[in-house]
């Protein structure tokens, strides 16, 4: 597998693998990594679709990409997603996906069509006072240290970080600032968390650091995250043969480990392998032999339980059986109330069968990552969210005040977020084009809650939100928009549905950690096996985007089935001196950078420095990003413009 850029291999079509017939796949899961494995080995392996199976343990497929009505409860999404224009890997495959409106064109035809009608940003980023200071005022108010701060991190290298928090390299002059609550909630970071994950996302979107306060970089689907990315991309798949086995789980993979070139093959079962195996695997006895090449790792079991008859089925592998692990989970042990109950949350609940399955398989090999590194304490993974379906047309207005849009007709209504930012759960909520649901009636809208502190005492419930039912959450969200209090529970309870969920484990992934925690997509000497989503490790790329999870079902297809086609790199916009100069000046809410330093010698040395560079390319490259003051010719450079645009 190699990586590429342009579009010399972008819309190229590889030839057929040599063999590929006589191979056969087993994936776990039906997240956007495990359905893009499948997609990849359809058209780029070309592999018969009846050679693929994908094992799933719930009902129905899609993984945190979920939507759906739940007879008893109503309307629900654990959560929701945030495209970029620069997700390659994603683009690259719903180019070939029929769309589930119109089977004559492409997803990406209709989703590219959707956002140029209809461009998203925000009118309202966040409230203050219920709902009375709603604004985007697109500033971020971070001082010339807090910028600094940035900086140090940015410029840190990935071992620098290991095991690093956010709060070790940011304090109050940025943890205090808006551009802390736009990125957080954006995000959805803590402070505890881990600083390497805060340094890669600076570091792949800082091309959007103007765009952050008003959302106008993102792209949105018409519909939830099922109907509009995981049916149309299932429908494909089964046209295609591709063999689902629904309500089965995958109970294990046991692998045959070679030490040594010329040294025994140690077969391991996962569940038995004794503690002096164990403590060999732990001291990484079987890394690499000794001749420094990577040892030889092939899967030889795949254990599954059909979980509607409780067969438990052993399936033998040969090196042409190949196994694509999705290992760990972000909605493992979620938990749903409803109007009248709480979803809850037990801390001494422990992670459900992704993350058991990784932890029998991370036994076996230190290259198999660390699990445990990630859901140690779920009081610091833990977040919840909420849908909240308003009945009738009693709430939208107070929907429209805020957002300063209807939220009928299937546009833009909020853009993104909107944020409380003086809410104790530190609440989030947002009502993307409607209706979400293609069945849903027209007079009814969807908005999702999300707040990040669930175990704090909320301003007008005074309870902790995984306390919270589903109308008590509602009464809360009614009450920072400016709901007169006489009519906050009447709404809630008459013309309100909601549906709570929690999630103990949904930030897992951004756990402080180090390189090797997340095994590698392939590790060294995998023969026939891949690690996939969102606990699989990916250069360069951030957790928590569909783009990374589609991206390690492509690198891993590409990888064992050694299909000859590039895949697509990151987006390099943080070698981008353009993206980088403009992030830096919009960082200091338009300031040039000749008024930066704590003293007039400083702001002397900065400027003289950059005056130097007048009469020069460099100079008029600094004028059109704001660096440089020139009073005769300002520019004020939009995010994507082009510099001859801005000329």
Request: charge should be negative; glycine fraction near 8%.
């Amino acid at each position: 597998m190699y990586y590429s850029a342009g579009n010399f291999e972008a819309f190229a079509h590889p030839r057929k693998p040599e063999g590929i017939e006589d191979k056969s796949a087993y994936i776990i899961g039906t997240g956007l990594a495990a359905l893009t494995a499948a997609f990849y080995l359809v058209r780029d392996a070309q592999m018969p679709g009846d050679h693929i199976h994908v094992y799933e343990k719930d009902k129905l497929p899609g993984g945190a990409l979920d939507g759906a009505f739940i007879a008893g409860e109503g309307y629900v999404m654990r959560g929701g997603r945030e495209m970029d224009n620069h997700f390659e890997v994603m683009w690259d495959v719903y180019r070939d996906v029929p769309s589930i409106e119109d089977e004559h064109v492409s997803m990406l035809d209709y989703y590219y069509w959707l956002n140029k009608e209809d461009p998203n940003y925000s009118l309202c980023r966040a409230t203050v006072n219920r709902g009375q200071d709603a604004h985007t005022d697109n500033r971020f108010d971070v001082s010339d240290e807090g910028c600094m701060e940035i900086l140090k991190l940015y410029l840190a290298t990935d071992e620098e970080l290991a095991n690093k928090k956010i709060s070790d390299y940011f304090d109050d002059k940025v943890l205090d600032t808006k551009f802390w609550m736009y990125w957080r909630t954006m995000f959805a970071f803590e402070n505890w968390d881990s600083a390497l994950e805060m340094k890669r996302y600076i570091h792949r979107y800082i091309h959007h650091i103007g765009g952050l306060p008003d959302f106008s970089a993102l792209r949105f689907t018409r519909y939830n995250q099922y109907e509009s990315m995981i049916l149309p991309l299932v429908n494909y798949l089964k046209a295609h043969g591709v063999q689902f086995h629904m309500q089965t789980s995958v109970d294990d993979v046991t692998f045959e480990i070679s030490p040594d070139e010329k040294g025994p093959v140690r077969a391991f079962t996962n569940v038995a392998m004794d503690e002096a195996q164990r403590a060999q695997a732990e001291n990484g006895a079987f890394k690499r032999n000794p001749y420094g090449t990577p040892n030889k790792k092939v899967a030889k079991t795949f254990v599954t339980t059909d979980l509607t008859t409780g067969k438990t089925t052993t399936t033998e592998l040969t090196e042409n059986d190949l196994v694509f692990i999705t290992n760990g989970g972000l909605v493992e042990s979620t938990t749903e109330g409803n109007q009248t109950t709480p979803a809850g949350f037990d801390p001494s609940l422990k992670p459900g069968n992704g993350w058991d399955m990784w932890n029998r398989i991370a036994a076996v090999d230190p290259s198999f990552g660390h699990p445990e590194k990630f859901i140690y304490d779920p009081n610091l993974t833990k977040w919840m969210s909420a849908t909240a379906t308003t009945l009738d047309d009693a709430i939208p207005p107070y929907i429209e005040k805020i957002t300063g849009r209807s939220p009928f007709g299937g546009h833009v209504v909020t853009g993104g977020i909107v944020t409380v930012e003086d809410s104790n759960w530190l609440m989030s909520w947002t009502v993307n084009r409607q209706q979400q649901f293609r069945d849903q009636p027209k007079d009814q809208v969807s908005v999702w809650i999300y707040g990040l502190f669930a175990d704090k005492p909320g301003n007008y419930v005074h309870k902790p939100m995984q306390e919270c039912t589903g109308e008590e959450i509602a009464q809360e969200w009614l009450y920072h928009m400016g709901v007169p209090e006489d009519r906050i529970e009447d709404l809630a309870k008459n013309h309100c549905n909601t549906v709570p969920v929690m999630m103990p484990y949904i930030d897992a992934f951004f756990m402080p950690r180090e390189l090797g925690d997340r095994p590698d997509v392939v590790p060294d000497g995998a023969v026939n096996f891949a690690f996939i989503g969102q606990f699989a490790e990916e250069p360069r790329d951030t957790i928590f985007t569909t783009e990374y999870s589609m991206r390690t079902g492509m690198e891993s297809v590409y990888t064992l089935c050694d299909v000859d086609r590039g895949v697509p790199e990151v987006w390099n916009s943080e070698y981008d001196v353009r993206d980088l100069l403009n992030a830096a000046v919009k960082l200091r809410d338009g300031q040039p950078l000749t008024t930066m330093g704590n003293h007039a010698i400083e702001h002397g040395a900065i400027k003289m420095a950059l005056g130097r560079t007048k009469g020069t390319e460099i100079y008029e490259m600094l004028k059109v990003f704001g660096v440089v003051q020139d009073h005769e010719h300002p520019v004020d450079m939009k995010p994507g413009m082009h510099l001859d645009e801005a000329r």
